[in-house]
């Protein structure tokens, strides 16, 4: 089955303790994306990537990392959390750059920093 | 700049009952068209697309128009069901993004169908 994976679903933490969030896409799509939702502001993309070792910043990558060392993977990394990156986390892949194409979503991670 | 705009909810219908969720957009040329849902606790899944003017999307029995003239691309359905109760999101890829392929969301629109 196509789909994008996310893990962990839930986390509670603390602040400055780094942590990741997987995710992977089973379709060997090129373009693979992180958005964060919050009430009121809606989705905005943190990261992207066209391809394997070629990532760019989005609207709001300010406290995140990501990686892209291997096609079906595109990690988030959070260095040192703080409680404003308490959010709703979307990974999202799609086949390639053409604009049309449709993006496919995990089912979210929901991060609580305390 | 791009942007989306959707009706606020909640929408609250009963079954059977008509839908229309109301989508305008701003944009410079001519970007593609999305209607995703989220239903609880779940990720977010595409519901239908239109990729230029005049292009009807449609899936499970929901339907779009791209409407270029007044910019919109209200979501429809003519007899919703209480599967249907969902947050629905507006959104638009624009083709001048370079190769960043970012979605620009409107906020949702959560529906809530009772029998």
């Known amino acids: 089955e196509a789909q994008v994976t996310q893990n962990p679903r839930y986390l509670i933490t603390v602040t400055g303790k780094k942590l990741t969030v997987t995710c992977s896409q089973n379709m060997n799509h090129e373009y693979m994306s992180w958005y964060r939702q919050d009430p009121g502001l809606g989705l905005r993309q943190i990261y992207y990537s066209m391809n394997v070792e070629v990532t760019d910043k989005g609207d709001v990558p300010e406290g995140y990392k990501v990686s892209r060392k291997e096609k079906r993977n595109f990690p988030l990394i959070l260095e040192s959390p703080s409680p404003n990156q308490t959010s709703l986390y979307f990974c999202?892949?799609?086949?390639?750059?053409?604009?049309?194409?449709?993006?496919?979503f995990g089912d979210g991670t929901r991060l609580s920093i305390l | 700049g791009n942007s989306v705009t959707q009706m606020e909810g909640p929408v609250t219908l009963s079954e059977e009952a008509f839908l229309t969720i109301n989508c305008t957009y701003t944009?410079?040329?001519?970007?593609?068209l999305f209607w995703y849902v989220q239903y609880p606790g779940e990720g977010l899944q595409l519901l239908l697309k239109a990729t230029k003017a005049d292009d009807k999307g449609s899936n499970k029995g929901f339907e779009a128009t791209y409407r270029k003239e007044t910019t919109s691309f209200h979501l429809e359905k003519g007899s919703v069901q209480v599967s249907d109760s969902a947050v629905y999101f507006c959104a638009l890829s624009d083709p001048n993004a370079g190769n960043n392929r970012k979605l620009i969301w409107g906020l949702g629109t959560s529906l809530a169908v009772n029998p």
């Open positions: 944009a410079t040329g001519y970007p593609s």
């Open positions: 999202a892949s799609s086949k390639d750059r053409q604009e049309n194409q449709p993006q496919h």
